[in-house]
């Protein structure tokens, strides 16, 4: 896999001074005995084509690549660093376009809100700010701040007129106003810890939930007034606490929750009914794959065009497996339906070497369907489909570096 080599002073103008001999050889999967215990799980193994190394930093204390994000037309994929950094690259290529700087502390999540407007990034951090961006002059555009001692860890755009920005603050949620900036309102009673995601529903745009470390995940009507008692409409009783939520199904009628103790459960956001349980969700995904046991959950994806909810998860050695969940097989007599996982479908295996943090898709006919991943070893990762050993393109990114290898460093995947 080709990659530039250069000192830090020299980032800038590696790409333009780096020889063609400076490429070094693709990194091959481990020859330990794991390495085997993939080979006959029946899943596509998906082969490491390009890797980008994000960091300018020591390798014994390595960046982390904690979010990534594309635009709808995949023409901009952005990956938040644990350096406060945001970088652009393009997905195809993983040319590296630009970057961002402004927030002071970590940046837990970006996001493109507007398919129309594919130069518009968004980002939010505990520095107690939401920020946007423009690509097209790689600056800074916009502000939302909310006061002393909130850590914003998620935001969303919707509500009335879809003029309505939320975010995630320490027990509340923050409401303001698109088009001034200004403060609207919050919701100040619903939990009771830190807030840890809210999602203005796609095809409902007044409807907001939110979840938090209390183990709720709340649902609001956002076109009234903005208050606790006159905007609560459900409450999701988790009951453990809740990291991240999405929505799945035609409607977008269901949401699937994952929490801190690395577990998982379906519900209907409307009615406010569970409807699946997963509550040893790693032995489940451990038991789908000939690999390593599963050592956290990363995300869930919605495919609309299969109608399948998928698990995204991994091992602190950077291996990935995506599992299909499956509730066609629920126990009907348990008070709350148990729900399985089917066969690992696809995995990852053999470019990563810590925690994976970041897994983004890019559909088949874009960009070649690759899929990126990011993690705690300072590395961006794009795949393709195998079979076989696929010989890696080149990323002709002036943000590549290769370094020697360091002491390997496991870290908590939250």
Known sequence: MPHIHFDEEDADAAMDEAPPEAAAPAPQASTSGRKETYAGAGPAMMVPSRTIYTTLGKVEDPDYVFDICTNHEQSAMAASLSTHIVKVYHPASGDFLGQFQGHTDTIHELGFPEPASPHFLVSCSSDGTVREWDLRSFSQVGQYACGPGHELESFSFGGPGEN???????????????????????????????????????????????????????????????????????????NTSVSSFGFYGPQAENVWCLTNIETMSLWNWAEGAQLADFPETRELASRQWQGPPIDYLIQCEYDPSTSQLDLVAGTQDGAVGVFTVDQSNRCSDAAVPRGSLRPAKEVYHGAHESVVRAFCRIREGQSSGLIWTGGEDRKMVGWARGPGDVRPQPAGSSDLVMRTSGPSRRHSPY
């Not at 999602?199 to 007044?206: K, L």
């Open 164 to 238: 309505m920005v939320a975010g995630a603050g320490r027990e509340v949620v923050l409401l303001w106003d698109r088009r001034t900036h200004a403060g609207m309102g919050a919701f100040e009673e619903s939990h009771m810890e830190q807030v840890t995601q809210v999602r203005f529903h796609p095809i409902h745009p007044n409807k907001l939930l939110s979840s938090s470390v209390d183990g709720l995940v709340c649902v609001f009507e956002t076109g009234g007034t903005l208050d606790d008692e006159d905007c609560m409409e459900t409450v999701l009783p988790v």
